[in-house]
C-alpha cells in the first residue's frame, strides 16, 4: 500500500521568509496530492492539490511541486504570516474506487513575528 | 465545494459505553469516508462507508468497534463502541466530491 512520509516534522520560520515542507510517496500509481492546513482545535481544510499530470501549481503565496519520477512533492509557502502558524499535512491518493488519502506525519509551522 | 456537517461536535464518554456520530452532506456523494485523529497524530482511515453494502474497513479497524451505517448518498454514521481511554480522539466525516476530498468539522470525543 501506499506511505507517505512527510519532513519536517517542525519548522520555524522568521515572519516574511518562505517555508518548504516535502513529502514522498512509494505508490508510483499514485496521482491526487492534497496538502491540508490544521489549525489547532479545527479540522483540516484544503489549502491547494495537484494532480499527476501537472508539476506545479501556484495560488497567491502558495505552491506545490510534483517530481513524479522521484516520487516527491513539496509545499512551498511565500512571505510567511502569523497566521500561517498551524500544522500542515501531505497527503496521496489513487484515483480509483476506493479513493483513499494516506497522509503524512504532519508539520507544525511556526512563524516568528 | 461540499458542505459537510458532524455531530456532535464534542463529547465526554464515559468508559464502556458507546456513542454515534452522525455525517450529513449537502450534495449526493458516492464515497463517504470515517477518519481517527489521535492526539498529536496525523489522520488514519478507519473505513469507506459504502451506500446500500457493508463499510470496508482499514487494517487495524473491526466492524465490531466501529460499525458503520451508509443507508443513503447523503447520510452515514460511525458508532465508537465499549469506549476506552485510548478512543479520545478526533473522528472526521470526509467526502470525496468533484475530486476533491473534504472534511467535516471532526466530533472531539474524550473518554475518561
Known amino acids: 500500500g501506499e506511505n507517505v512520509e512527510q519532513h519536517p516534522s517542525t519548522l520555524s520560520v522568521q515572519e516574511g521568509d518562505s517555508a518548504v515542507i516535502k513529502c514522498t510517496y512509494s505508490d508510483s500509481a499514485s496521482n491526487y496530492f492534497p496538502w491540508y492546513k490544521q489549525e489547532l482545535g479545527k479540522r483540516p481544510q484544503l489549502i491547494i492539490d495537484?494532480?499527476?499530470?501537472?508539476g506545479e501549481k501556484k495560488d497567491q503565496r502558495i505552491a506545490v511541486t510534483l517530481n513524479k519520477t522521484a516520487k516527491h512533492f513539496s509545499l512551498h509557502i511565500t512571505e510567511t504570516q502569523p497566521e500561517d502558524s498551524a500544522v500542515y499535512f501531505c497527503?496521496?491518493?489513487?484515483?480509483?474506487?476506493?479513493?483513499?488519502?494516506?497522509f503524512g506525519a504532519g508539520t507544525i509551522l511556526r512563524v516568528k513575528s | 465545494s461540499a458542505v459537510i456537517s458532524q455531530k456532535p461536535s464534542r463529547d465526554i464518554c464515559q468508559r464502556g459505553t458507546s456513542l454515534t456520530i452522525q455525517c450529513q452532506v449537502d450534495?449526493?456523494?458516492?464515497?463517504m469516508f470515517w477518519y481517527r485523529q489521535q492526539p498529536g497524530q496525523s489522520l488514519t482511515l478507519i473505513a469507506t462507508a459504502n451506500q446500500g453494502s457493508e463499510a470496508t474497513y482499514e487494517s487495524g479497524f473491526v466492524i465490531d468497534k466501529f460499525p458503520i451505517s451508509r443507508p443513503n448518498l447523503t447520510f452515514s454514521t460511525l458508532t465508537v463502541s465499549n469506549m476506552s481511554p485510548e478512543d479520545s480522539s478526533i473522528y472526521l466525516c470526509?467526502?470525496?466530491?468533484?475530486?476533491?476530498?473534504?472534511f467535516g468539522e471532526g466530533s472531539w470525543l474524550t473518554v475518561v
Open positions: 495537484i494532480r499527476s499530470n501537472v
Open positions: 497527503a496521496a491518493l489513487k484515483k480509483e474506487y476506493g479513493n483513499k488519502l494516506v
Open positions: 450534495s449526493q456523494v458516492t464515497m
Open positions: 470526509s467526502v470525496d466530491a468533484f475530486s476533491t476530498i473534504y
